[in-house]
């Protein structure tokens, strides 16, 4: 298992891990089919994340196929560089076996060389697995945004949570 910062070489190979990982988790925001990105709209934004000192994507890379991917997203205002926001993303086939984890450790690294304070993410209360990952790698949960989502007929709350580094 490989663990790597994206090229933008990898734009196409994204988008279909993207699209596959949406397609198979009921935790993502986007719905199967839902999101709308080409290979050169995702290459743009890899060329542009990798521009900006505090944000960046990781990739899990099993037998030259994208397996995973965890994004983080930093903030653009002066007051809040310090800190990012993330979205994490394994396919079905390889989740509970560390790739979460690894990708995670890579992060925090990659974190702590780039002056970033503050890692934060939101998760639906009902993601046993996704939360149960987070508090591993030592995020809190900080509250919860009731009704924040409209899922599978009712409305669903989501946990913020964070780890400051």
Request: aromatic residues 10%; charged residues 30%.
């Amino acid at each position: 298992m490989l663990i790597r910062e994206i090229n933008p070489e990898d734009a196409e190979g994204l988008v279909k891990l993207i699209y596959r990982v949406e397609s198979e988790s009921h935790f993502m925001l986007f719905e199967s089919g839902e999101r709308k990105i080409s290979p050169e709209e995702q290459e743009k934004r890899i060329e542009a994340m990798r521009k900006t000192e505090n944000s960046t994507i990781f990739i899990a890379e099993e037998n030259n196929e994208l397996v995973g991917y965890l994004i983080a997203i930093g903030g653009y205002a002066q007051k809040n560089k310090h800190s990012v926001y993330l979205v994490i993303g394994v396919l079905a086939q390889y989740r509970g076996v560390g790739i979460g984890t690894k990708l995670f450790q890579q992060l925090e690294n990659w974190a702590k060389e780039h002056n970033i304070h503050r890692l934060e993410l939101t998760v639906m209360t009902r993601n046993v697995a996704g939360i149960g990952l987070y508090k591993k790698m030592g995020f809190k949960i900080e509250g919860t945004k009731r009704h924040s989502l409209y899922f599978e007929g009712e409305f669903a709350d989501e946990y913020y949570m964070s780890k400051l580094l």
